[in-house]
T-cell receptor
């Protein structure tokens, strides 16, 4: 069974710190990964996607993919209280159009 | 701007009633999906469609059905609502052509079955 695993948290960090969110996956055929942010009571919103090994940066967000070790991570620099949300990792199953979602990690950024 | 809309946003119904949740997207996406989200389970796939007249079962399809008569709409029907179907339902769509597998979600429908 293809799985995406995340620590449910909560991960608590002080404002201004780096928040590090991690995700492991079992399907070696997965080619692309996505990070969604979900505020309480709202729908998931895409914040990053990554297709190749290495780092991808977008503003305060950096996604890291390591296919050999089968993990993907999201770093949030200069964390703000507005970053407090649940972060969902998703990776498609092989050539399918259907992402496999992790259960999400709750992030709390305290002032 | 293109968008994906769900209606109603909130619904209360009684056990045994048929309920239909609407999903409409103006992205012109081929792929559409229905998920339910419950505490402790994350997003679970109910049904999905890769195009008009195509429908497929997901991991939790029992008690649900969908139909795809055009590109824009994928209504989800609960044939006989059960209390176990109380949940938040999300519709999503994605394109086959560009940035495959990036899903765009509707705002969700909160369904309570009493």
């Amino acid at each position: 069974q293809k799985e995406v695993e995340q620590n449910s948290g909560p991960l608590s960090v002080p404002e201004g710190a780096i928040a590090s969110l991690n995700c492991t996956y079992s399907d070696r055929g997965s080619q692309s990964f996505f990070w969604y942010r979900q505020y309480s009571g709202k729908s998931p919103e895409l914040i990053m996607f990554i297709y190749s090994n290495g780092d991808k940066e977008d503003g305060r967000f950096t996604a890291q993919l390591n296919k050999a070790s089968q993990y993907v991570s999201l770093l949030i620099r200069d964390s703000q209280p507005s970053d407090s949300a649940t972060y969902l990792c998703a990776g498609p199953s092989g050539g399918s159009y259907i992402p496999t979602f992790g259960r999400g990690t709750s992030l709390i950024v305290h002032p | 701007d293109a968008e994906i809309t769900q209606s109603p946003r909130h619904k209360i119904t009684e056990t045994g009633r048929q309920v239909t949740l609407a999903c409409h997207q103006t992205w012109n996406h081929n792929n559409m999906f229905w998920y339910r989200q419950d505490l402790g389970h994350g997003l679970r796939l109910i049904h999905y469609s890769y195009g008009v007249q195509d429908t497929n079962k997901g991991e939790v399809s029992d008690g649900y059905s969908v139909s795809r008569s055009n590109t824009e709409d994928l209504p989800l029907t609960l044939e006989s609502a059960a209390s176990s179907q109380t949940s938040v339902y999300f519709c999503a769509s994605s394109s086959r052509a560009v940035a495959k597998n990036i899903q765009y979600f509707g705002a969700g429908t909160r369904l309570s079955v009493l």
